[in-house]
């Protein structure tokens, strides 16, 4: 039998701390503990022979911090470290095996994994695929030196934790188990909780999870059965021996063994099916576990049946009452959203879908699929963007299984798939990657046969597709059945077939279930009506989770009655608290009282004030009087702007006024906008700047600041982003034929790549001027790292932008 | 040193932390210098603050060192370290604190959210969070001289934070700094290839505690007179 086989089946013991044994050892302070497998293997060997002649059935490899970033640093590899860790563990084993003759069962090496101690994209430095490719080097090197499973603990990050986990499934078949640091609130430091890191994990198919480090065995029984309520595999825990404390500016911990193991004899009883310890802990705590919990029974493993998605903060759980799935990110008969995917404007679908949150979704459909764009590669980026913002769990919503494969491997938490139906081709190619990336399908009741016109037919396809599902291993929790939804304009009986079979694989079949609820009305006048009324009706039928549009007051007003009468609003509060967020809507602008005074603002004005509503309709009435576009571009826009920049400059306005009024500009823009793509125009453009963060730094919002003046200035901005490397610049200069680059830098220590990148655009002859801004500029550093122009604030940028272009070198 | 603390990971209520939010280093940073914004960016200001509240959880951790100089080097618990500025910062102070602090990942999230939406906003979100950094800073610091000042047994004052970077204190000790404190561990801070951080909103930094009250910045600040001044540090 291995580890697979005996994890929770039989109470397991893991081993203790090993950093305080080696301090005590001549370990010092900034030494990399790794490095003794090496230099003192001997050491490390004594310590894990004393950790399973204590009784331990796992012994972890000294392997915990040895990654390619830390041993950039060090004399050692990745491979020999790792290597070397693992066999020191194998070695002991071996010795202890003898020591106590062949009756000794039951012991296993496990590759520790740590964190690789970096912040992961979008919001932090290394992409997921660095991330990705670091773990697969050393679980690569544990496995070769022959660890029986991946034990990945003191983890925080669930996007970091996910990588390490592929990349051992994806690398070797060993059991993976995975430990996580969680504070005395249940949350790690990223901000996931217990239950959504554990859907995302059970969703990857791990072989067991838990707590480890950051808590005593006290702190983690207060935790437990957050674990236990969620969890449907064994669990490990790990505790440390208490709270640390600093004594002489050492770390301690101060549980004693006996009292330790009492704890943990309570945390078995409590539901964990393996124990041991973590920072403080020795031998002799591991003993006495040992000695109080052998040959206790564990709580047998069960199935807690939950369909549950997460992002990467929190748990979304489908019950009794019914969640809202936003349907807004989606570019079927959306012009504006079909043309947005077109630039790449990742912008405009941020905001839709920060919009829908706002209106209360639980759960967003990404749909990006156009037939001329990089499907995969998009949703890619619409995915990891939107996550950068947004806390909702995502539906990644395509037909095309690349697209999906891309979305759910780099969704941060346990996404939903949308959708499979009953063909078997469907079925064959979606099913082993919902298996994989552990994602809850929404599954479509038709198949090579259409959509049947019957509530048995339905079922049967429901049916087929819950079996086939199952020879996947995929749960009947991880399903969610679309019953599908037909226009009653076309037929009478569609509403009530629909209906019948939600009921029947709600209430029979057991299963939860999602509608695209306003397909039922298309082609009949005041669609809402029907909507709503289907809507509602659908709910009380079983709809688990209703695809919608959340701006619709109306559809939301039914969602928020129904929860209030089934009894799942509390005191009627959501319900109330929605009709006065809808009083405040109607009693226009009483949050904002500068907004209301301008009342009907000239665009001028409310450009210069900064008001973009004021602006906004300002714009629509001039439009209305017939004024030409351009000319109220030319002749009150860019002069109010104007404006405003000059008043910046002799500090009698302001950076938020500044921005306002770029904001305002920008509204009014939106209005110009419209009105010439009716009339098939678009905006003159002055000329491609390409803005940047260079390679290194990772403060954009300046960058952001003169990107967003240059805009309304009328240039058209290729914004790279952050930690741009100087290669990309280069390329993006040549295939745009750019002439002008603007690059910023905070830190004296990323000016270099600053120069780097300034060098290389000289050296390819890119034919492009450079200008450069940022704190620790100066034009005397601007100027020795060969810019041609330094801009000292964001007004000065635009004042050479538009220089250059005046001289037609734009 | 003899004593026991806290393993630092100390959170602090919104209350305290909102009252200690400086509203002038905010329109600092915004670029007013000494002007007074605007009813409405004062309102702006007064807006993020609260969102800010609403979605941050600060974390600190640092360790308190005998500490001595000797003009070029400074010497805190087992570290020596070559740095004349650090060693003048540093000069009167028997005792130092090694601090590391973060707001974390949401004002990080905040900010990135206000750049797609709004973005005076944005700049407003900018300027509150290094405001609150800086704020939740001085709090922490309180608690540090509280801690060393029980082992002192005398009334101890504390000298202006100095981060690595500064002057001729290399940006690389960063690297040690962190293994030191284990920060990436313990608060969630991590240093990227350049020596930057992430979350970006944090702050690493030594502290001087000397007894000499003349020493002390915020003791000078306090006798002045001048209760508007931007630089003010209370």
Known sequence: MGFREEIGKELLFFDGGMGTLLQERGLKAGEVPETWNLLHPEVIEQINREYLLAGCNVVSANTFGVNRFKCKDLAYSVDELVGAGVRIARSAMVSVRDTEGGARQKMYCALDIGSLGKLLKPLGEISFDEAYDAFREIILAGDKAGADLVLIETVSDPYEIKAAVLAAKENTKLPVVVTM??????????????????????????????????????????????????????????????????????????????????????????????VGGCCGTTPEHIRRVVALCNGMKITPVTDKGLTVVSSYNHAVRFSRKPLIIGERINPTGKPKLKQALRD????????????????????????????????????????????????????????DTAAMERGLRYYNGKPMLNSVNGKKESMESVFPIAKKYGAVVVCLCLDEDGIPETVEGRIKVARKIVDTAASYGIAKKNLVMDALVLTISTGQDNARVTLETLYKIRHEMGLHTVLGVSNISFGLPDRVKINTAFFTMAMHNGLSAGIVNPASEAMMAAYYSFNALIGEDEQCMAYIAQCEKGKAKEEPQAKAPRQQEAGALGLHDAIVKGLSESAHQATIRLLEEKTQALSIINEMLIPALDVVGKGFEE???????????????????????????????????????????????????????????????????????????????????????????????????????????????????????????????????????????????????????????????? | MGLEQKDGMMERNDKELADAVSRNEIYRYLGYGTNAPDAAVCALVDEVLSELFGVIKPKSCYRIYDCRTDGEYVFVGDWKIKSANLAGNLAQCGTAALLAATLGLEADKLLQRYEVLNMAKASVVQACAAACIEAYCNLIQEDIRFDAQKQCGAPLFIRPRFSPGYGDLPLEIQREFFSVLDCTKRIGLTLTQNLLMYPTKSVTAFIGLTRNPENCHIEKCKRCGKTDCAFRVL
């Not at chain 1, 999870?209 to 236990?228: A, D, H, I, R, S």
């Not at chain 1, 980026?381 to 947004?390: K, L, M, R």
């Not at chain 1, 954009?700 to 009328?714: A, F, P, R, S």
Request: glycine residues 10%.
């Open chain 1, 181 to 274: 640091i969680f504070d005395e609130n249940g949350k790690l430091l990223t901000g996931g909780d217990v239950e959504s890191v554990t859907a995302m994990l059970e969703g990857l198919g791990v072989d067991a999870v838990g707590f480890n480090c950051g808590l005593g065995p006290e702190q983690m029984k207060k935790l437990l059965p957050e674990l236990t309520a969620c969890c449907s595999l064994p669990i490990v825990i790990n505790p440390n021996a208490g709270l640390p404390v600093v004594v002489n500016g050492q770390t301690m911990f101060t549980v004693e063994p006996d009292e330790f193991a009492k704890s943990v004899r309570t945390l078995v009883e409590m539901g964990a099916s393996a």
């Open chain 1, 651 to 810: 500090k009698r306005m302001f950076l938020p006024q500044l921005l306002m009024s770029a904001d305002a500009a920008k509204a009014s823009f939106e209005a110009i906008k419209e009105t010439l793509s009716k009339q098939g125009q678009n905006r003159e453009s002055k000329g491609k700047i390409v803005i940047a963060t260079v390679k290194g730094d990772i403060h954009d919002i300046g960058k952001n600041i003169v990107k967003t003046l240059l805009e309304n200035y009328g240039f058209e901005m290729i914004d790279l982003g952050k930690d741009v490397e100087p290669e990309v610049i280069l390329r993006t200069v040549q295939e745009n034929g750019v002439r002008l680059v603007g690059l910023s830098a905070l830190m004296t220590t990323t000016v270099v790549y600053m120069e780097e990148t300034i060098k290389l655009l000289r050296e390819k002859d890119a034919g492009c001027k450079v200008m450069v801004g940022g704190a620790v500029l100066t034009q005397e550093y601007a100027d020795m790292i060969g810019a041609d122009f330094y801009s000292k604030d964001a007004m000065g940028s635009v004042r050479y932008a538009n220089a250059l272009y005046e001289r037609g070198e734009l």
């Open chain 1, 344 to 399: 790449s404007n990742m912008e405009y679908i941020y905001k839709e879908g920060l919009a829908q949150e706002e209106n209360g979704a639980h759960i967003l459909d990404v749909n990006v699929g156009l037939p001329e764009i990089d499907e995969p590669a998009l949703m890619q980026e619409a995915v990891t963007g939107i996550q950068a913002i947004i806390d909702l769990p995502l539906q990644i919503d395509t037909s």
